[in-house]
């Protein structure tokens, strides 16, 4: 490794302790007030980070205690700039487009020249060209590590809320545009700031720039805002609140003149689905997002039931959490054993009796069991966002919480007539799979969405194949592919794997 060497002009930590008396800030002038340095402690230590910084107020340079706004130079010695970036980002400086990231050496020139110069080349860390190109940016997410660390939060909400709005107006060229700039926005190692960082990136067109343009300039989409304060928007939000409410009821209700759930639950013609009396029933708990925590509780329960009728059956969380996120709609689950696939009936009943038992032990507020559908040798679905055919249930589970006792003795007796509730109504959902589709329907189940979409669109264009959650088809050998892993599904298309949480689109 290329060690930085540091003139001897600078003595490392040891040797210069109490050599110089310390100095206020307030007797020396800054001369040279165009630049604020901040030195970063972080593999140099206080000690050497003090003398550094008393040197060059000395000086006449400005020099901060700690990491502000006004900062425009950060200095780092023996820090890779990925290294400076990781430690910003945990001091909530995302934006680190807003300074230079300098190595000791520039400082070094700085103190020989008893004056600022220029950063050259070699005194920059590199951020942007060692690990990213512009040019080499996929148009699929399936190309693309996209972790949840999305330094254009910025943007990609605003985006997020014209996604939606198009969705509800059934807009769909638009809307699709928008998903694919967000997801590539969130990729981005960088925050964009100005218009030139987005050269050479795919899937920026026009309409896209234009909002970016905005909210670079302006700190907000003003499009963004206009449909926060759309009627229609506003209602359509609200009404998809409710687990089982979808476009087509929004769009109904709607169009009767209904604005609020209120007006909604005080229609008594209206004929509401089991599952939209149940989404009205557990609103308040299923609108409250799932921790990690309950997830892993939710998980244990899942389980338990399912080994209880099949010991060897694979249970997988899928979804969101499997890729790393610490909240949810719901928890999404992967059910399959070495045996399924074999004899159908057996197959079949594990959903059942796992119903039948939580049924018995009074967990489950509502279900909707889905039988498989699924024909042997059919091809891969051409339609992207298609439902698979696997045997499903969509669930709301009673998660019993652990009831934290805050309360005296005499308080505690109040609330136990008063019989405070101690469960969270959960969405689960379940699907089972025939061993051999296992590792298609863990990628398939594993999401992100647009992260699937690509996927999928790759294959098609890129592969001239077909991929849905139960296979991948060849179509220029005219074979199935088969896989027991999804590193086998990536090479077969192709594709470097991803692990879960880079599929974060
Ligand atoms: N999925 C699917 N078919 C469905 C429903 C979902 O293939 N009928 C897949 C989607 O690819 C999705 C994943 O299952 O990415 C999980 O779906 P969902 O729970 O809706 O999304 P999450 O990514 O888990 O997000 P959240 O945390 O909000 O639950
Ligand atoms: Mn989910
Ligand atoms: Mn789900």
Redesign the pocket.
Known sequence: MDKIRTPSLFPQRKKQKGMHPPISLSSCEVKFSELVIFIMERKMGVTRRTFLMELARRKGFRVENELSDSVTHIVAENNSGAEVLEWLRGHKMRDSSRFELLDISWFTACMEAGKPVNSEKKHRLMVKASSFVAGTVSQYACQRRTTLNNCNKKFTDAFEILVENYEFRENEVPCLAFMRAASVLKFLPFTIVRMEDLEGLPCMGGEIRNVIEEIIEEGESSRAKDVLTDERYQSFKLFISVFGVGLKTSEKWYRMGFRTLEEVKADKTLKLSRMQKAGFLYYEDLLSHVSKAEADAVSLIVKDAVWTFLPDALVTI???FRRG?KI???V?FLISSPGLGQEEEEEEEVLHKVIDLWKKQGLLLYYDLIESTFEQAKLPSRKVDA??HFQKCFAILKLHQQRVDTSSCDASKESDKAEVKDWKAIRV?LVVSPFEQYAYALL??T???QF?RDLRRYATHERKMMLD?HALYDKTKRIFLKAKSEEEIFAHLGLDYLEPWERNA
């Open positions: 899928t979804g969101g996120k949810g709609h719901d999404d439902f698979d959902d398939g189940w999401g992100s969405r699937e959650n």
